[in-house]
């Protein structure tokens, strides 16, 4: 991950702390000022009771973003923050797109299968494809998702004369045996991103590397 997507990512994450924040301030604002509202009914204090008005319509402004918008746990600020670098380049039509989405991660990968086609798929439909055992040697090819990505780019498919290069130019990472590849991807890229978050990158990258060695 570059320094510019890392930025961009811990600015989204920070605003949606800060924003979360104030969510909770407005949600004890709100319950003060209803209260208060409440016994201003019952007398002459106009001014102050306009005032208030004001101020809870501005703390319902930002209840609306909760119900909306804003996600609720820090995970799921994490996810949504880390969301940003795949989306930009989801939408990257430039011609050396190839070229900074190879320069732009840390090339580290979850190994999620080895797969090959099926012998008795039809003419019609051509040749299906079926999942097999890592240990399987008659793979076709194996595939591999890179942590800092979540779109389409994010997985490669390595046919089988290439796995032992790629292998050996990249960081993979394996998920444990009682549990699913997807779910240790997803547990595997929040780690990365919260680490690169709040302390550094390079701290990420040395953590992550210890999982599933």
């Known amino acids: 991950m570059t320094n510019e997507n890392l930025e961009r990512v811990r600015n989204r994450y920070n605003k949606l702390v800060e924003l979360k924040e104030q969510i909770e301030n407005a949600k004890k604002m709100n319950e003060q000022l209803l209260k208060r509202k409440s016994e201003l009914e019952e007398n002459e204090f106009v001014k102050e009771y306009l005032t208030i008005l004001k101020q809870l ?9 909760e119900r909306y918008f804003i996600p609720n746990t820090d995970q799921e600020m994490l996810r ?7 989306l930009q380049y989801c939408y990257d039509d430039t011609e050396n797109r190839e070229e900074k989405l190879a ?4 090339h580290i990968y979850v190994y999620m299968g080895s ?26 090819w194996k595939d591999y998702k890179d942590i800092e990505l979540t779109n389409s780019d994010a997985t490669q498919q390595i046919y089988k004369h ?18 699913d590849p997807r779910d240790f ?3 595997v890229r929040l780690i990365f991103f919260e680490t690169a978050i709040k302390e550094s990158q390079e701290e990420a990258v040395r953590k992550v590397k210890t999982i599933g060695k």
């Open 185 to 187: 991807y997803d547990q």
């Open 103 to 106: 320069n732009s991660t840390n």
């Open 80 to 86: 949504d923050a880390a969301t940003e670098v795949s």
């Open 115 to 140: 797969f090959k086609y099926d012998s008795e798929s039809d003419i019609v439909h051509g040749p299906g494809v079926i999942q097999v055992p890592d240990d399987n040697p008659n793979f076709s």
């Open 57 to 65: 319509n501005e703390a319902h402004e930002y209840l609306a973003l």
């Open 162 to 179: 290439n796995v032992e290069k790629f292998e050996a130019e990249n960081t993979i990472l394996y998920a444990p045996e009682d549990m």
